[in-house]
T-cell receptor
């Protein structure tokens, strides 16, 4: 069974721009969660989508948004990029959700200059 | 005080040693406990998932949860150089589909031949 895939793997953007990241979950998984990982803050939960609905949300500003499609693929969008948004963005998929076993993708490394 | 405390290390051990990795937490609402292994420039890989106090064993790995002391551990027996990675503990609170996962900052483990 194929694992979680994320595209692109690396991205360089300029402050003020917006960016969209994509995640394809493991086949059959309806839950996709997004995380931000930085050296300073560690791994932090952004939000979870389950069957196209946002079910859980972490403590991030509204510039961070997401959506999920009927095939469970998910996208995350960050608008008005700030230097502090430079991070590894990880998505994870699960059969049941964030309270259960999750499987992470390789991440997208975003650099904001 | 952070909700989840984890010593960042690095923890350096000789090959074959028994490794003990630990996390403490302050939120008694945490119900589900996970350990992930993360190699450099990769996404976290789920090692252990448990929701009850006590021990859970899987191969060379044993996860231990003590809810009364708010303390979880991961033991690695017969450690190998390939175990060198960062180990993240994670915990989730919530119910009815509403969950917020919280991660420790990770412990860097180095197993030298």
């Amino acid at each position: 069974k194929a694992g979680v895939t994320q595209t692109p793997r690396y991205l360089i953007k300029t402050r003020g721009q917006q960016v969209t990241l994509s995640c394809s979950p493991i086949s059959g998984h309806r839950s996709v969660s997004w995380y931000q990982q930085t050296p300073g803050q560690g791994l932090q939960f952004l939000f979870e989508y389950f069957s196209e609905t946002q079910r859980n949300k972490g403590n991030f500003p509204g510039r961070f948004s997401g959506r999920q499609f009927s095939n469970s693929r998910s996208e995350m969008n960050v608008s008005t990029l700030e230097l502090g948004d430079s991070a590894l963005y990880l998505c994870a998929s699960s059969l049941q959700g964030v309270g259960y076993e999750q499987y992470f993708g390789p991440g997208t490394r975003l650099t904001v200059t | 005080q952070k909700e989840v405390e984890q010593d960042p290390g690095p923890l350096s051990v000789p090959e074959g040693a028994i490794v003990s990795l630990n996390c403490t937490y302050s939120n008694s609402a945490f119900q589900y406990f996970m350990w992930y292994r993360q190699y450099s420039r990769k996404g976290p890989e789920l090692l252990m998932y448990t929701y009850s106090s006590g021990n859970k064993e899987d191969g060379r790995f044993t996860a231990q949860v003590d809810k009364s002391s708010k303390y979880i551990s991961l033991f690695i027996r017969d450690s190998q150089p390939s175990d060198s990675a960062t180990y993240l503990c994670a915990m989730t609170s919530g119910s009815g589909g509403s969950y917020i996962p919280t991660f420790g900052r990770g412990t860097s483990l180095i197993v030298h031949p």
